[in-house]
């Protein structure tokens, strides 16, 4: 992955994100038994938009319930993620989101 990254370390890029959906909340590793956010975040030098909700040809994974907990959240921000897409969240997330909000440092 350095190798792969050099290649793209001087173009104009903001962040990364995790292409392909349902990226984990409850996880160090973006996906089981891949790299983890922690190693993309530095390695690139670049925070990390989470990609939850999204699958295979932009269908829906539903909504992902490991990101509406503060502790996933917060050890994900200390991982260099600063922001998560759900596809479809649940009726209730705005209040979840609100919720959350007091509870967690502010990234940006």
């Known amino acids: 992955m350095t190798k ?7 173009a104009p890029i903001d962040f990364i994100h995790t292409s392909g959906g349902n ?3 409850d996880l160090a590793q973006i996906k089981p038994n891949e790299l983890t956010y922690r190693f993309m975040s ?3 030098g670049k ?3 989470a990609d939850t909700g999204y699958g295979v040809a932009g269908g829906s994974t539903g909504h992902n319930t490991a990101w509406d907990d503060a502790n996933n959240l917060r050890a994900r ?3 260099g993620v600063i922001s998560v897409v759900q596809a479809n969240p649940r009726g209730d997330w705005g209040n979840t ?3 959350l909000k007091s509870s967690l440092p502010k990234v940006c």
Do not use: E
């Open 4 to 10: 792969w990254w050099s290649y793209f370390a001087s």
């Open 23 to 25: 990226a984990r909340g």
């Open 42 to 44: 530095q390695t690139t």
């Open 47 to 49: 925070k990390i938009l």
């Open 77 to 79: 921000q200390s991982d």
């Open 97 to 99: 989101i609100r919720s």
